[in-house]
């Protein structure tokens, strides 16, 4: 047996078309989407980040603003600029791109954005919404791995999952959408006695926790559906996931490649939060 592969490249691919449509829509009723992306420092891996997703805006008709302040920018400085961008019209959706320089209390800065323009789903709003089970805006990278399972067919419903990591990007947020689809979730983290004993019984089994290749075949139940969130450099500069690809595909019914997995959804669920936002604008 050999997984399928669960493309999330060609399906990010077939959602932006979409997208450009629904903001051409929007466009012409006077609303055209707008996403700002605040970035400070030089952090290279964050500079590539940001020029995606801003590419990504202009390919699916997005106005996009990329704001940059310099390592050592004031808190106070960052601050006033996102609550301009709160009051713009032309923005519906603020992101900012994380991690942010030390003198930063990265809290208080995403705290800052305004609930209806946190594209992001970091808000405590929108936190709060998603753990009551009325989700508002939510993460997009747990919003992307929602979507390539919806797309395969694969529904969560009475499935065990399991969530390596417990972060409020992904695993946290991860959790709260299986159990709301009705799967069974089990987060484990550094502390989890006996990882591969839970790992081995996850029929979906999403790995975001950030160690190359640690997930191997012999940890992976057979036929299970395996998700690799994490992106990692080598040595020799090669990327790969937190899931050795090679062992893990003999044994799993599913599974994700690194890169051209759930990194090109998290880019489309990011405009797709931001059509969102902006449709709810024109309809205000």
Request: charged share 20%; hydrophobic share 45%; proline share 7%.
């Amino acid at each position: 047996m050999s997984a399928r592969i669960l493309d999330g490249k060609a399906i990010a691919q077939d959602l932006r078309a979409q997208f450009r449509g629904q903001a051409e829509a929007l466009a012409a009723r006077g609303q055209r989407p707008g996403l700002a992306v605040v970035l400070v420092g030089e952090n290279p891996a964050s500079q590539v980040y940001v020029r995606n997703k801003v590419l990504a805006c202009e390919a699916a008709g997005l106005h996009s603003e990329n704001i940059v302040f310099p390592e050592n920018a004031d808190p106070k400085t960052v601050l006033e600029r996102i609550e301009a961008l709160n009051r713009d019209p032309r923005i519906h959706g603020i992101l900012v791109q994380l991690p942010l320089p030390k003198q930063f209390d990265e809290a208080t800065v995403l705290a800052a954005v305004a609930a209806q323009k946190d594209v992001d789903g970091f808000h405590i709003e929108n936190v709060g919404a998603l753990a009551l089970g009325s989700p508002r805006i939510v993460p997009c990278t747990p919003k992307g791995v929602m979507v390539l399972l919806e797309k395969a067919g694969i529904s969560p419903r009475g499935a065990e999952a399991v969530i390596l990591g417990r972060s409020n990007i992904v695993g946290r947020p991860m959790a709260r959408l299986l159990v709301n689809a009705d799967a069974t979730a089990t987060i484990c983290h550094s502390r989890t006695r006996d990882l591969t004993f839970h790992t081995r019984r996850a029929d979906i089994l999403v790995a975001a926790i950030g160690r190359p290749n640690m997930i191997t075949g012999d940890m992976v139940k057979p036929g299970a559906v395996v998700i690799d969130v994490g992106i990692n450099r080598l040595p020799d500069g090669k990327l790969c996931g937190d899931v050795d690809f090679e062992s893990v595909r003999p044994v799993a019914g599913w599974v994700t490649p690194v890169p051209g997995g759930v990194g090109p959804m998290t880019i489309a669920m990011l405009l797709a939060n931001t059509i969102e936002a902006a449709a709810k604008a024109a309809s205000a």
